[in-house]
Nanobody, 123 residues
């Protein structure tokens, strides 16, 4: 079992930055790939970014590419999402997930999920 706890969300003005953290406990976190997903009210959950077990491979959704950066520190059992140049359309509940796959953009491939952290971007 892996427990995931997200933090770092909040209210920010458009153009601002936030860094989300996802702290893992339980089984060896380095054995899992990780992803950040988000869900806005009335919309389906979508992939934001994903990272492989060792951090050597990453994926970004087109809407965040060039603005967001995913990284991980396996020594600290933590995955990060640095979000710059935030836009109102980035407003959503952001979830961290861990999966026993190399890397995936599909939510169903992830085995463990956090409770989410709210990000609100004002215009």
């Amino acid at each position: 079992q892996v427990q995931l706890v997200e933090s770092g969300g909040g209210l920010v003005q458009a153009g601002g930055s936030l860094r989300l953290s996802c702290a893992a406990s339980g089984r060896t976190f380095s054995s899992y790939s990780a992803g950040w997903f988000r869900q806005a009210p009335g919309k389906e959950r979508e992939i934001v970014a994903a990272i492989s077990r060792g951090g050597g491979s990453t994926y970004y959704a087109g809407s965040v590419k060039g603005r967001f950066t995913i990284s991980r520190d396996n020594a600290k059992n933590t995955v990060y999402l640095q979000m710059n140049s935030l836009k109102p359309e980035d407003t959503a509940l952001y979830y961290c997930a861990a999966g026993d796959v190399y890397i995936s953009t599909t939510g169903s491939r992830y085995d463990y999920w956090g409770q989410g952290t709210q990000v609100t971007v004002s215009s």
